[in-house]
C-alpha cells in the first residue's frame, strides 16, 4: 500500500492518531483535513499537509480539488444541530469511482440505556441524548448515501476514548475525578492506539455498508475504574458525586445509560488483537509511561 490520498474531516485525536499509524507503516499519503480555523498549511508528524476552513456556516471551496482525489476519507465531525454537515455540502462529491474506504466516526450513545445488559450491532437503537439522536440519523444517512452510489462506507460506533493525555489518571492528579456511585452502571472504552489500529486494519479489509462496535474487552463502572486508578497513583479515593448534583447535561446523559458493549463483530472480522483489552492495561501503559 503506496501513495494514499487521504482526507479527514475533522482532525481530532483519532484522526490523528490514524494518520501516526499509517506513517509508522512507511506509506506514502498526502493528507488533507478541515478545520474550523483559517484554511494553510499545517505541519504533524514532521509532514506537510493541507487544512482547509470548515465549519456549519461556510467553507474554503478549494477543498472541493483535494476532496474528488481523495481515495480514503475519515469523517470524525459529530452533528450541527441534527444535521450531518459533510452529507450537507458534500453529499454528491461521495458517487466517486476514486473512493476506496470511507468511515463515519459514530458512537455508542445510539444504543441509549440497556440496563446494564450486553449490547451488539444488532440490538436496539434507543438514543436517550440528543447527541445520541443526532448521531443514529447521522449514521442511516451516511447508509443511504452508501445504497445511492454504492460507496464504500463503513460506521463505527466508538466507546468512551481514553489516551495518554487524556484519561482518568490524570483527572485523578488534578482533582477533577469524582466517584458517581450508580448501582449497575456499566460502560465501555477504548484507547485512542486501538482505534486507529482498527482503522489501519480496515484499509484493505473494508465490507461496504457494515457498522462495528469499538470497543474494549472489558466493560466497567466508573467506581472500578477509579479504585484501579487510585491504586496505582497511590493517593485517596476522590469523594462520591452524587447523581442528582451532576452540573454538566452530558454527564448526567452518560449515567442515564448502562451497558456493556460486544467488541466480537470487530475482532472477528478484522482479526485484531487489541494493545489494551481493558482500562487495566490502558492504565498500566499511561502510567508507565508518564512523564
Known sequence: MSDFKIFCFGFGQVAKNFIKK????????????????????????NKDYQSFKFNEQDYDENLIKDLEEAEYI?????????????????????????????????????????DGKWVDEKSETKPTSNSGTERLEAEKDWLRLHEQYNCPVQIFRLSGIYSNQYNILNRLKSGEAKIVNKKNHFFSRIHVEDIANVLYQSLDRLKK????????????SNEEVIA?????????????????????EMLKNFYNDSKKVSNKKMKNFFKLDLKFPSYIEGLNYINDNSI
Open 22 to 45: 499509517i506513517k509508522s507503516k512507511n506509506i506514502n499519503y498526502k493528507l488533507s483535513v478541515t478545520s474550523r480555523d483559517e484554511s494553510g498549511i499545517r505541519k504533524f508528524e
Open 74 to 114: 475519515l469523517i470524525s465531525i459529530a452533528p450541527k444541530k441534527g444535521k450531518d454537515i459533510v452529507i450537507k455540502n458534500f453529499g454528491d462529491k461521495f458517487n466517486n469511482p476514486k473512493l476506496k474506504w470511507i468511515t463515519y466516526l459514530s458512537a455508542t450513545s445510539v444504543y441509549g440505556n440497556h
Open 209 to 220: 455498508g457494515e457498522v462495528y462496535n469499538i470497543s474494549d474487552d472489558r466493560p466497567a
Open 228 to 248: 484501579y486508578g487510585v491504586k496505582l497513583l497511590g493517593i485517596k479515593k476522590p469523594g462520591i458525586l452524587k447523581i442528582n448534583d451532576i452540573q454538566s
